[in-house]
């Protein structure tokens, strides 16, 4: 038997050829890949904090608004150029025998990561991670003294996405109602 040569010297180079094109097809998709990910989890990541913002501003939002709606009187002030809400009320003592209880709605003082605080307990922002910035006015619907109805604005701004989110919303005052009436005969 006679072994051709000519066969063995073709194919001694072609091994470490083809390992080398197919290690660099290899790295060429696996980074593709790798790009594909990191850009999903990105998009992911930012609707996760968009979310988180507009969770926070629901949040804010139908705080005051249960506020106002139970409450006996609404004082609207400014403060460091920000609404404060300073509401007087006796539903979250349970009845309207019971001390009268202040809540207060203001913004703090933070420059970039602006917080809504009831009571001096934030409300918004507790969450540093996310970066939000959320604002809120509040006027009176009307300009005469019996006013019941106020509107609410919250204005939140997320660090990463720099997109706003608006939300606006009215409470009406319900105030004290009779709710049923005794004749006398």
């Keep these: 038997m006679k072994i051709n040569k000519f066969l063995y010297k073709n194919n001694t180079g ?3 050829l083809e390992t080398l094109l197919s ?9 593709s890949l790798t790009v594909l990910l990191l850009s999903i989890l990105h998009l992911y990541i930012k609707n996760l904090y968009q ?3 507009r969770t926070q501003m629901n949040f804010a939002a ?3 608004l249960q506020d106002i709606k139970h409450a006996e009187s609404v004082i609207i002030s400014q403060e460091n150029g920000h609404d404060t809400i300073i509401i007087k009320t006796r539903a979250a003592t349970g009845g309207t025998d019971s001390t009268p209880t202040y809540i207060t709605y203001r913004q703090d003082n933070l420059k970039y990561y602006s917080r809504i605080l009831k009571n001096n307990n934030p409300i918004t922002g507790d969450n540093t991670f996310c970066s939000t ?11 005469f003294d019996n006013n019941r109805t106020y509107s609410i604005e919250l204005k939140g ?3 990463m996405t720099q997109k706003y989110f608006y939300l606006e919303s009215a409470a009406t005052v319900l105030g004290q109602r009779i709710m049923y009436e005794v004749k006398n005969e």
Excluded: D, G, W, Y
């Excluded at 290690?23 to 980074?31: A, E, K, M, P, R």
């Design 51 to 53: 979310i988180e913002l």
């Design 62 to 64: 139908e705080c005051m």
């Design 14 to 16: 072609s091994i470490l």
């Design 23 to 31: 290690l660099n097809l290899l790295v060429i998709i696996s980074l």
């Design 133 to 143: 910035a959320i604002r809120f006015t509040c006027k009176p619907i009307s300009v």
């Design 157 to 159: 701004r997320h660090q």
